[in-house]
């Protein structure tokens, strides 16, 4: 036997040793899987077929269908002050997507690679793809960053597959900002985020936005807040058009 084929023999056997200690598990459910190429079971990925296939507004990113669009926004973002000019998402905060999500941001990193590649699709997919010059990752406090360890939107803008855009961390979050959870109705609670999020951002004094088409990169639009917030920031610092990219959308009802 030659070298080659007696380090192929070595290196099938630690395979096997490897798969009889470490069987293939989902790195989502933690099921068990066969193929050994996929990190996803079948269970998982129909629920992320599922929540990422529906039509969707490109403006605010809920779900609509196409045909429910007047002037290529849905009746929700009717007379609604949205700074940032179109949205593409991977899908809808639920299932399996939601829990890979909460995993991301409760440390596991290693999933980065199944929602960038849900990330790049919906990225691919949007209609400003082309006209992107700057990824901007929605930024932490610098104290939640502390306390992470890393910023979920910038490893995920780090996953991100584009010719020229490059990415950008002059948007900075100046103010901690609270997280609320605890309002009765969806409209109060929507005017409190936007109140708790105001001021919150700034850019560093040397950025370069001015005339600049920016995406801000974020896992979760759950109001549109943030984004608003970090879009109106962006366009006060002289970007000419701010898109969105998330993970998923969250809050579908009214
Ligand atoms: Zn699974
Ligand atoms: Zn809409």
Redesign the pocket.
């Given at each position: 036997m030659n070298t080659a084929k007696l380090k192929q023999a070595a290196t099938f056997t630690w395979q096997s040793i490897n798969q009889l200690l470490w069987p293939p598990v989902c790195i989502n459910c933690r099921e068990s899987i066969c193929e050994t190429d996929k990190s996803l079971c079948e269970n998982c990925w129909d629920q992320l077929r599922a929540c990422t296939g529906a039509d969707y507004?490109p403006?605010?990113?809920?779900d609509?269908s196409k045909y429910a669009l007047v002037e290529g926004?849905?009746?929700?973002?009717q007379g609604k002050e949205i700074h940032f000019d179109r949205i593409a998402r991977s899908g809808v905060y639920k299932d399996a997507l939601q829990k890979m999500i909460l995993a991301f941001k409760k440390g596991r990193t290693e999933l980065d690679s199944t929602l960038g590649f849900l990330a790049n699709s919906a990225l691919q997919g949007s209609s400003f793809y082309d006209d992107i010059e700057f990824l901007v990752p929605v930024p932490l406090h610098w104290s939640r960053r502390l306390a992470r360890g890393y910023n979920q939107s910038l490893v995920l803008a780090k996953k991100l597959k584009h010719p020229r855009a490059k990415i950008n961390t002059d948007l900075v979050r100046i103010r901690r900002t609270r997280f609320q959870t605890d309002f009765d109705d969806y409209k109060t609670w929507r005017a409190k985020r936007a109140a708790n999020v105001a001021g919150a951002f700034a850019v560093r004094y040397d950025h370069s936005f001015k005339g600049r088409r920016v995406c801000l990169i974020d896992d979760i639009k759950t109001t549109g807040a943030t984004l608003n917030e970090c879009a109106r920031t962006l366009k006060e610092a002289g970007a000419s058009k701010v898109f969105a990219l998330v993970l998923a959308v969250a809050g579908q009802k009214q």
């Open positions: 507004c403006r605010c990113g809920r609509a926004v849905c009746p929700d973002c």
